[in-house]
């Protein structure tokens, strides 16, 4: 693979030209005001933009990961004649992190990191947080101390991301109940929106394996969790 993705020709270039090819104003118009967004939207629907990708993964074939990230950096970054990001780039870029999860490492992380700082909505932040951060973090203990870090950062993107991250584990059969439980009680008492529907998201997913992790955590807190955290843990348990 070239050492500059965005060169012309390259595969940046060619996955804007493919995902300009897809736009639909109309979309547009709609995926910006439900997202109530600040980005350009081309109006492309997630499996086309996903299919886009992986056609380039094909062309591409197996990367590093060193080079994996430096494509999805050139992704998200807008080019030149953008005076605004665009949404779809953007969502290519965490794409593109997600089909080549398998060859990032906890290290990767810190450019996860950056991006997620950049996201600002959780339709770009979750599935990164979830099928790659967390992807990384099943396979590779020395996540577990960013996950850490970010569960108490200043921004709440990247506690929400944290929480995402344990999701994947807990799918695998393979949960960590401390860190479960020590995030949750961290976040318990934010008035924050998406954290609170986070935590619920991440009790809900737990409590199918694991019910009495989430049934004992909730009766241990009581009043001090959210009712929507609370409706969305008990969502599969009462049923």
Same mark, same amino acid.
């Not at 693979?1 to 500059?4: F, L, N, R």
């Not at 810190?110 to 991006?115: G, R, W």
């Not at 009581?222 to 929507?228: D, I, M, S, T, Y």
């Given at each position: 693979?070239?050492?500059?993705t965005?060169?012309?020709?390259?595969?940046?270039?060619?996955?804007?030209?493919?995902?300009?090819?897809?736009?639909?104003?109309?979309?547009?118009?709609?995926?910006?005001?439900?997202?109530?967004?600040e980005?350009?939207h081309?109006?492309?629907?997630?499996?086309? %933009? #996903? !299919?886009?990708?992986?056609? @380039?993964r094909?062309?591409?074939?197996?990367?590093?990961? *060193? &080079?994996a990230?430096? =494509?999805?950096?050139?992704?998200w970054s807008?080019?030149?004649?953008d005076?605004?990001?665009v949404?779809?780039?953007?969502?290519?870029?965490?794409?593109?992190?997600?089909?080549?999860?398998?060859?990032?490492?906890?290290?990767a992380?810190?450019?996860?990191?950056?991006?997620l700082?950049?996201c600002?909505?959780?339709a770009?932040?979750?599935?990164?947080?979830?099928?790659?951060?967390?992807?990384?973090?099943?396979?590779?203990?020395?996540?577990?101390?960013?996950?850490?870090?970010?569960?108490?950062?200043?921004?709440?993107? %990247? #506690? !929400?991301?944290?929480?995402l @991250?344990?999701?994947?584990?807990?799918r695998?059969?393979? *949960? &960590?109940?401390?860190? =479960?439980?020590?995030?949750?009680?961290i976040?318990?008492?934010?008035?924050?929106?998406?954290?609170?529907?986070?935590?619920?998201?991440?009790?809900?997913?737990?409590?199918?394996?694991?019910?009495?992790?989430?049934?004992?955590?909730?009766?241990?807190h009581?009043?001090?969790?959210?009712?929507?955290t609370?409706?969305?843990?008990?969502?599969?348990?009462?049923?």
């Open positions: 693979m070239k050492a500059d965005a060169a012309p020709g390259g595969p940046v270039e060619d996955l804007r030209t493919a995902l300009r090819a897809l736009a639909d104003p109309v979309r547009a118009d709609q995926q910006r005001t439900y997202l109530h967004s980005l350009t081309l109006g492309v629907r997630i499996p086309d %933009l #996903r !299919r886009c990708v992986i056609d @380039a094909r062309t591409m074939g197996a990367l590093p990961g *060193p &080079d990230l430096a =494509l999805a950096r050139d992704l807008p080019p030149e004649s005076a605004i990001p949404y779809e780039y953007r969502r290519a870029a965490v794409e593109v992190l997600v089909q080549y999860q398998g060859s990032l490492n906890a290290e992380l810190k450019d996860v990191e950056d991006l700082r950049g600002r909505t959780w770009l932040v979750d599935p990164l947080a979830v099928h790659c951060a967390g992807a990384v973090a099943l396979r590779d203990p020395a996540a577990g101390p960013v996950l850490d870090r970010w569960i108490t950062d200043p921004d709440f993107w %990247l #506690r !929400r991301s944290a929480l @991250a344990l999701i994947p584990g807990i695998a059969g393979r *949960p &960590d109940p401390e860190r =479960l439980t020590r995030y949750a009680d976040v318990v008492g934010e008035r924050e929106f998406f954290l609170r529907k986070a935590l619920g998201w991440v009790l809900r997913e737990a409590s199918t394996h694991h019910p009495q992790l989430v049934i004992g955590w909730l009766d241990r009581g009043g001090n969790v959210a009712p929507l609370r409706r969305e843990a008990l969502r599969r348990l009462t049923k």
